[in-house]
């Protein structure tokens, strides 16, 4: 039988892109048949810390019936070894101890590599490039879900690597995972159905793990970022959790779960590193000290479509007892946006979940003032929100850990919709929102709900008045999920030939243009200019030049106003084909222009001679400039009687991101 050597090539290849089976990328050449190895003595170094079991501190004692992957090279270093069947193949010890015996068959080479426990193998070994050279390593797999082990962890769970480079010699292990360990008290510890570890960075800790087959490091983890613990808990034990290498520079959640579903979290902030063959011990944890209360959800809306559009409400500044008020007011913000087209026309599509998280402390920070013990770590300055923000990875990673559409597969981190609520009477709301999908608005629950009143576009002489749920509507529901920019101005010109974010993965700002002859609503302008009306066409729109918060000049918006300009509830007519549009795309729903002029309902009223269809059941009290003399001289009625003017909110905070990190939890 003829027998090949198969050699690696020295190939300048990324890491992202060298992950391909060996078969297809390696040389075969011939060579005279093998002996046949049958045999290794195996122990674990000195400095292991774990296997199946702690024995005597940290040594590390074998069980019968415990079982290695054995794999025979030629140069450890690049990975070459023979090609034929048995160039690998599974060793199993009769007999437990320190030192164990491995019997099996694989041919003979100039040394060896092997896996413990080769269970975990997860596929054929793949190439990865290190300084232009290809090299070899043996995909593993880290469980995401582990059973709870009093004292020690589920069998046969931890991997370790050893190699020999004598043809004749054996093998003595070392873990290639790291070990987190921690001790539980108070009562209600032996209540608890589960404890996760989430890294509060894009680390993954656990799925498909990629091992080096020079000297067993990791170079690449496919998975999550978190682990989970199941099963029953108690305060005589610790526990332990296994997890790849990782260096967590902006600390962890460890999150407890009740067999009720309830939960909380302790956060630990200080930067922290997993180490391979060590333990990060957390110490002893005392669960008495939370409140059962985080990620139970209530589901407010059901949709009625297969593949539904989601979005989770969450509190920020909410303590416990405060959390029914909370409920209050997000169901009074969800009717209030849900009574607004398109989101009311398609409200059918949402399922729309209110997430509880109790802070432990009322309101948020305050920005060189003072510090608020919340859970998603809001705050922004004592005059003006331009600074306003959250610790987003908590957001991402608590909303996809508790949003059940999200948890069973039916929607993604990128497609949710988050609306945080926040317990705080200061004037303040803003939207983060990423290239990839992601965002979340946060609306501070304004003075009880007084009322405020909107300037809009400066020099327009036109105002709007509510509360802070209008701030919501046009934070959440026109920046966050409609992914529309602002439409009122300041005093700059726009002198570039593109908007930027129009070209992002998930594009923000369709609703504003740089180039009036490419404007996506321009074949909809009524002829004769902006007030006739003419059939087939929309009453209101035009070109009018300003927008983007900024540019008085350079850029056009579709309609004189709407909610991306003052708050009111309304969206204009483009804005509304967006905002249907993304909700048919996350459906899996095609959706048109044509579509568009078919259903809105908006559309039909003012063709059959309404002059808006937007007033019925709105909480605002005005809808001045959207009469249809609006686009007139100055010829105005019917203007609210001007108290405190209130600014603009400001432009969503935006970040591209080329590669956007890991967060996504199942």
């Known amino acids: 039988m003829k027998r090949h050597l ?37 122990e674990f170094e000195d ?17 019968a019936g415990d079982k290695i992957k054995v794999y025979s090279y030629m140069d450890i270093n690049t990975g070459s070894h023979y090609a034929v069947d048995n160039w690998y193949s599974d060793f199993t010890t009769e007999k437990g101890g320190f030192d164990a015996t491995f019997t099996g ?17 997860a596929g054929d070994p793949v190439l990865y490039g290190v300084g232009g050279v290809q090299k070899l390593s043996i995909p593993m797999t880290i469980p995401t879900v582990q059973k709870a082990t009093p004292g020690s962890f589920e069998k046969s769970l931890n991997l370790a690597y050893a190699s020999s480079k004598n043809p004749d010699g054996n093998f003595k292990f070392s873990n290639v ?22 890294s509060m960075t894009d680390a993954a800790l656990t799925g498909k793990t990629y091992v080096k087959v020079e000297n067993g490091g990791v170079h690449n983890v496919e998975g999550e970022n978190f682990v989970e613990l199941e099963g029953s808990f108690n305060t ?19 999150s407890f779960v009740d067999k009720e579903g309830k939960e909380f979290t302790k956060k630990g902030l200080n930067a922290a590193e997993l180490k391979a063959s060590h333990i990060l011990d957390l110490g002893t944890i005392d669960v008495d000290g939370g409140d059962f209360v985080e990620g139970v959800s209530e589901q407010y809306f059901k949709s009625s479509k297969s593949k539904p559009v989601t979005i989770a409400v969450i509190p920020e500044g909410f303590t416990k007892d405060q959390l029914s008020d909370y409920h209050a007011k997000a169901k009074q913000m969800i009717d209030f946006i849900f009574s607004v087209d398109p989101y009311k ?19 948020a920070d305050v920005i060189g003032g003072k510090q608020v013990d919340t859970y998603f770590d809001a705050g922004w300055e004592a005059e003006g ?23 069973e597969g039916k929607s993604t981190i990128t497609n949710t919709g988050i609306f945080m609520l926040i317990n705080d009477e200061r004037y303040a709301g803003i939207n983060h929102c990423l290239s990839d999908g992601r965002g979340y608005a946060m609306i501070a629950t304004i003075k009880g709900g007084a009322e405020l009143t909107w300037a809009g576009n400066k020099g327009a002489n036109i105002t709007n008045h509510g509360n802070w749920m209008n701030i919501a509507l046009h934070e959440g529901g026109g920046h966050m999920f409609g992914r529309l920019l602002d439409e009122y101005w300041d005093n700059y010109k726009y002198t570039s030939a593109t908007i930027a974010q129009h070209s992002w993965e998930v594009p923000m700002g ?10 996506g609503w321009e074949d909809w302008i009524p002829f004769g200019g902006p007030g006739n009306r003419e059939e087939g066409k929309f009453r209101y729109v035009g070109m009018y030049e300003g927008g983007n918060a900024s540019y008085v000049q350079g850029i056009w918006r579709s309609e004189q106003v709407s909610c991306m300009d003052d708050n009111r509830p309304y969206f204009n007519a483009y804005s509304r084909y967006l905002i249907a549009k993304r909700i048919h795309d996350i459906a899996g729903e095609t959706f048109t222009k044509d579509d568009f002029l078919a259903a809105d309902a908006q559309y039909k009223a003012i063709q059959s001679g309404v002059d808006f269809a937007g007033a019925e059941g709105l909480i605002t009290t005005s809808y001045d400039g959207l009469k249809a003399t609006y686009n007139d001289a100055d010829t105005r009625s019917n203007y609210v009687e001007k108290v405190t003017i209130y600014p603009p909110l400001p432009s969503p905070v935006m970040t591209k991101v080329e590669k956007p990190e890991i967060v996504v939890l199942k």
Not at 18 to 29: G, K, P, R
Not at 106 to 119: C, D, E, H, L, T
């Open 47 to 63: 400095n292991a810390m774990t296997r199946t079991e702690l024995v005597d501190g940290a040594r590390v004692k074998w069980d």
């Open 105 to 121: 068959s694989v041919y003979k080479g100039n040394g060896y590599y092997a896996f413990f426990p080769a269970s975990a193998i």
């Open 510 to 519: 369709l609703n504003v243009v740089c180039n009036q002859s490419d404007a």
């Open 345 to 363: 026309q398609y409200k059918d599509y949402f399922n729309v979940y209110i997430l509880d998280a109790a802070s432990n402390e009322s309101g």
């Open 385 to 407: 929100y331009s600074q306003m923000e959250a610790n987003g990875s908590i957001v991402y990673s608590f909303v996809s850990a508790h949003t059940p559409d999200i948890l």
């Open 236 to 254: 005589s034990d610790s526990f332990y959790m296994i997890v790849a290498p990782a260096a967590l520079n902006d600390g962890f959640i460890l």
């Open 6 to 42: 198969y050699i690696l090539g020295f190939l300048a290849v990324g890491l992202a892109a060298c992950q391909s089976e060996i078969d297809d990328t390696l040389d075969a050449v011939d060579v005279n048949p093998v002996e046949v190895r049958t045999n290794f003595t195996a």
């Open 177 to 198: 995972c790291a070990l987190i360990g921690f001790k539980l008290s108070g009562s209600a510890a032996k209540n608890l159905s589960k404890v996760r570890f989430t």
